[in-house]
């Protein structure tokens, strides 16, 4: 492709990114080359930085997961998009050693069935906070071989029954709440009643505090008597998640975002999730394709946590990847590429 594209490369683990051209491919089937306005970063994105998590990706690498922008290009097969639509899409560039599927970039390879409409009144630096986050959640709650969970739908008909949603107030978690919530689940919450309000904005019936020294029992208190579906641990205390689990009634399986270090209680299972595994099945589809674009537009999804915008242009990322490794508290760090200078 004749574009030229500027990157910020991670050329090894434990050095900070670097900016330098990188080559765009011709696009394969059911791609799309998206112009980024605006990208997202993760935590994820700091690790990548600091070690050689994933064993099959090689450095030089360009990481980061969430893209906003305006479509340049479509590959053979694509119908949903043409070029000129504003998209949100998640970036699998990483987990699939393919820099130029990567988001720190001017353009970026995103697959077309990760990748979303944005509504007319939306900014690029408010929806590129979903993908990862919403990719995760999706994983979690729906695949087969973690919750499996009833399909988000525009009219959710309650099912009676109620999921546990741990670290709500982060990224992973505002998606899970919102999506459960779609899927017709009451939802407890845990999160800081810093953010409560924002979960509860978000569908949860009940958010209870994780910092409070007494949460484990709490959360049994209030699970009590419900028909409880399992529990999606986006962040926060794993043990506590366990200890809670190996004590209600319902079933007791915990989807977690997180490498399980400790063992549960011998009645609770574990699922770990992998956020981009939606890419190969059926739930990424569903979930980019038949739900979000309708519940963006009308509303019934909301873009959360809100952006916090750290820096324009390639230069921010590592600035903005810095902050993230330092923490974030209900929101979610973006850079805004739409006046990118660099190239
Ligand atoms: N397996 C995968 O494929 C995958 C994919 C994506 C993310 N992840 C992992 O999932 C986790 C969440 O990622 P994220 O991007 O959603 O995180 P994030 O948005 O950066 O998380 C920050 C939020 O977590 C809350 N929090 C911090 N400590 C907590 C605790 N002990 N209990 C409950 N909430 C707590 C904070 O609230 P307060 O400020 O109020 O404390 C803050 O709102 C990370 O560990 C990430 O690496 C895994």
């Not at 009451?186 to 409070?212: N, W």
Request: negative net charge; charged residues 15%; contains cysteine.
């Amino acid at each position: 492709m004749t574009i030229n594209n500027l990157a910020a490369w991670q050329r090894q683990p434990g050095k900070p990114l670097s900016i330098a051209p990188a080559e765009l491919p011709t696009l394969a089937h059911n791609e799309i080359l998206v112009k980024n306005e605006a990208v997202a970063i993760n935590p994820l994105d700091y690790i990548l930085q600091d070690m050689a998590l994933l064993p099959w990706l090689d450095y030089p690498a360009i990481i980061g997961s969430d893209v906003a922008g305006t479509i340049v290009a479509v590959g053979e097969g694509v119908d949903r998009f043409a070029v000129g639509d504003r998209v949100l899409g998640q970036a699998v560039g990483t987990t699939v050693n393919q820099p130029s599927q990567g988001a720190f970039q001017q353009h970026s390879v995103v697959l077309a069935h990760m990748a979303a409409p944005i509504p007319d009144e939306m900014k690029a630096i408010n929806a590129v906070v979903l993908p990862l986050g919403l990719g995760t959640a999706a994983s979690g709650l729906y695949q087969p071989g973690n919750l499996g969970l009833r399909h988000p739908s525009a009219n959710p008909q309650p099912s009676g029954e109620t999921l546990l949603v741990w670290g709500a107030s982060s990224s992973v978690g505002c998606n899970a709440v919102q999506l459960a919530t779609a899927s017709g689940y009451e939802v407890v919450a845990i999160a800081s009643p810093d953010h409560a309000t924002m979960v509860r904005e978000l569908g949860a019936a009940q958010v209870l505090d994780y910092r409070d020294a007494n949460v484990v029992n709490q959360v049994v208190e209030a699970l009590r008597g419900k028909i409880l579906v399992g529990a999606f641990h986006a962040t926060g205390n794993l043990a506590d998640t366990f200890k809670v689990m190996g004590q209600v009634e319902g079933r007791r399986l915990v989807a977690t975002t997180l490498p399980a270090q400790i063992e549960p209680p011998a009645t609770v299972e574990v699922a770990a999730i992998a956020g981009t595994s939606l890419r190969d099945d059926e739930v990424g589809p569903m979930i980019y394709c038949d739900f979000l674009p309708a519940a963006l537009a009308s509303g019934r999804y909301v873009a959360a946590p809100s952006p916090k915008v750290i820096g324009r242009g390639l230069k921010a990322l590592q600035h903005a990847v810095d902050a993230q490794r330092k923490g974030v508290s209900g929101y979610k760090l973006v850079v805004d590429l739409s006046r990118s200078e660099e190239a």
